[in-house]
Nanobody
């Protein structure tokens, strides 16, 4: 049974940091690129960051470059998103996604991140 479970969200003040974790099981983790998406109220889901199968290639949305860092641990079947210098506009539900070039994809249920004073 495939599982993709995000954790680490919460309420943080502007300028603060959070580390999101994505625990996976039930599929060959190292065969999938990992991505983090987010969806704010009333907005479409957007791609925040992605990392290749073995971590050699990473990409970020312009809005988070220099503040967010994506990583993965293939031995633990985990992916992470370190978020620093958080801004109110980062408030959203964050989703972990496992993706293959064939289009096959697994999604988590999301974790809420709220940035507010």
């Amino acid at each position: 049974q495939v599982q993709v479970v995000e954790s680490g969200g919460g309420l943080v003040q502007p300028g603060g940091s959070l580390r999101l974790s994505c625990a996976t099981s039930g599929f060959t983790f190292s065969s999938y690129a990992m991505r983090w998406y987010r969806q704010a109220p009333g907005k479409e889901r957007e791609l925040v960051a992605g990392i290749a199968n073995y971590g050699g290639s990473k990409a970020y949305a312009d809005s988070v470059k220099g503040r967010f860092t994506i990583s993965r641990d293939n031995a633990k079947n985990m992916a992470y998103l370190q978020m620093n210098d958080l801004k109110p506009e980062d408030t959203a539900v964050y989703y972990c996604n496992a993706h293959r070039d064939s289009g096959h994809s697994y999604w988590g249920q999301g974790t809420q991140v709220t940035v507010s004073a």
